[in-house]
């Protein structure tokens, strides 16, 4: 089993930056993948950054240039840094780890393990 705890969000303005963090524990050494989706109110959830094992990044279309994704293997701890803040990024923000090398940020199933997510609110 493998346990994610994911903090750092709140609200800010438009423009602004956060940083999110997802403390990764238990059977960490079965996963390979990791991700950050979100999910916006009466919307379905969405894959935002993603990283495989070979330490490639995926980004979702809208957040290319403004969010980076990292991973810290010595402290079990996944990061999304995101700048330049809109609106549209508010939502509710998930990590997520596979068993797969190779997961799909499109595809929520390849992942096998979620944390209970963090708000972010972005007002204009």
């Known amino acids: 089993q493998v346990y994610l705890v994911e903090s750092g969000g709140g609200s800010v303005q438009a423009g602004g930056s956060l940083t999110l963090s997802c403390a990764a524990s238990?059977?960490?050494?079965?996963?390979?993948?990791m991700a950050w989706f979100r999910q916006a109110p009466g919307k379905e959830r969405e894959g935002v950054a993603g990283l495989d094992s070979d330490g490639r990044a995926t980004y979702e279309e809208s957040v290319k240039g403004r969010f980076t994704i990292s991973r810290d293997n010595a402290k079990n701890t996944l990061y999304l840094q995101m700048n330049d803040l809109r609106t549209s990024d508010t939502g509710m923000y998930y990590c997520?780890?596979?068993?797969?090398?190779?997961?799909?940020?499109?595809?929520?199933?390849?992942?096998?393990?979620w944390g209970q997510g963090t708000q972010v609110t972005v007002s204009s």
């Open positions: 238990g059977d960490i050494a079965r996963t390979d993948s």
């Open positions: 997520a780890a596979s068993l797969s090398y190779y997961a799909d940020l499109r595809a929520r199933n390849e992942y096998n393990y």
